[in-house]
């Protein structure tokens, strides 16, 4: 079972950038998914969550630039960062869980210069 993070990397402030999750040993369809990110001196935060049932949750500091999304075909999870500002910057995460148990990836890092 696991699940890898790819597509951070270096963006000035106002670019895009894509991460992808893929996940290998399990469905992604049958869990909940979400991403988080940790900045350096910070706690974790969650920056979307996609329940089962098509909730989707985002944090008001990156509500209408975030995007999380599915693609069950790929068994892959992604999130569409618009818009990236200076305190974005953080090593990004994504988890996958259900009733029984959870899962999560070994980050890729993001950098927004000012």
């Known amino acids: 079972v696991q699940l890898v993070e790819s597509g951070g990397g270096l963006v000035q402030a106002g670019g895009s950038l894509t991460l992808s999750c893929a996940a290998s040993?399990?469905?992604?369809?049958?869990?909940?998914i979400g991403w988080f990110r940790q900045a350096p001196g910070k706690q974790r935060e969650a920056v979307s969550c996609n329940m089962r049932g098509g909730d989707t949750y985002y944090p008001d500091d990156v509500k209408g630039r975030f995007t999380i999304s599915r693609d069950n075909a790929k068994n892959t999870v992604y999130l569409q960062m618009n818009s990236l500002k200076p305190e974005d910057t953080a090593a990004y995460y994504c988890?996958?869980?259900?009733?029984?148990?959870?899962?999560g990836g070994q980050g890729t890092q993001v950098t927004v210069s000012s």
């Open positions: 040993g399990f469905t992604l369809d049958s869990y909940g």
């Open positions: 988890s996958a869980w259900d009733s029984l148990r959870a899962y």
